[in-house]
């Protein structure tokens, strides 16, 4: 979460998904979810003894429903996305976030413990026949799973909420469904392989103890607009590099066995990689789009001299906004192309920054959420058609500013 920006700045929706997927795959680790794993399995071999087909069939559907519980979750966070970025305007909300964030995380580190209910287990275990059946035991998955997973998808939720997409939230859940379902298709292909699962141990209590530094980046993620860029940079690199100490040679209760000691040593290695290439000095940044801060009367100036004026109503907190600037905004050939024109930046991101006269200009324009972007042309005129409201590509902006100063006189 912490470094959606750098995802968004290479404008690459795939990575950030691929993200969602793999976490997806490590919620099978954790206590609740993976000694479920040979009960699924055997639920799908019992009921297509011999016909690895029917099995994967059968899985398949079991994936579909685990999917779907989360897609719904994903859609409703997405709907209420608006009221969520407003109260994220407020630091107490933003101190009150995190602070829950961490407080569910410490059942990650054993000073709590989190369990589905016994009559909830013993149900999935007796699921009925077919595929409405192996649908429904999906769907049930998602209850069973949410005391581990729960701090997780709550995390990923106010993330979604912020984008206030419903599409975006529908696929990024249902990726997420996805990735914790794939598991049982690829051992469903023999189902006797759950036999040779490794067997829960110390290992699978490390798995939880890395989600749960995984929520600490989470919270830092969202007191990011009371940090600061620098302290958030600083403050993410000495948790990844105290996390990879941790994780890779300090935590005690993976040390046994062959294999893993080594595997927790590479992970720790790569995180702790991770927080030192935060902080090694890199290039100069991209430059952005010369805003300049919104005043009605300097606009009013802009758009009586005859320029093209854009207004960019932004936010800190709304991700789609932080995508925009990072991407478009920063592209050569939009810097280049708003060069001969005016910009103005309305931040508003906390309501200390909403003046009387700001509410005004958001009421008379019709701006009901971030980000809008207006375009007026040489005569002053607000090209409605071409107004922005989410993120656009460079390649979208350019046509649509080209189209705005074509039809200038």
Known sequence: MEHLSAILEHHSLLVGLLAVFVGGLALNLTPCVYPMIPVTLAFFSGQAPGAPARTIR??????IGLSLSYAVLGVIAAQTG???GSWLQHPLILVAVAAVILGLSLSMFGLYELRAPGWLLGRVGQASAGFGGALIMGL????????CIGPFVL???????RLGQPLMGLLVFFVLGLGMGLPYV???????????????????VWCKQALGLALWGLALYFLRPLLGPRLVTWGAAGLLIGSGIYLGWLERAARGGRVFPWVRRAAGFVVVAMGLALVIPRGVDRPSVAWQPFQEPAVRQALAAGQPVLIDVYADWCLPCVELDHVTFRHPDVVRALAGARAFRLDVTLDEQISEEIEAFL???????VPTVLLFDARGTERREL???GFVSPKEFLERW?????HAP
């Open 402 to 406: 080209q189209r705005l100063i074509g």
């Open 140 to 147: 049930m998955m998602g209850l069973i799973a949410a005391p």
């Open 387 to 389: 107004r922005i409201m």
């Open 155 to 161: 995390g990923l939720l106010l993330f979604v909420g």
């Open 186 to 204: 690829l051992l469903a292909l023999g189902a006797t392989s759950a036999g040779r699962l490794p067997k829960a141990g110390p290992w699978l």
């Open 363 to 369: 009421s008379a324009s019709q701006i009901y959420g």
């Open 58 to 63: 059968l899985a398949l559907a079991y994936v």
């Open 82 to 84: 608006a009221l969520l």
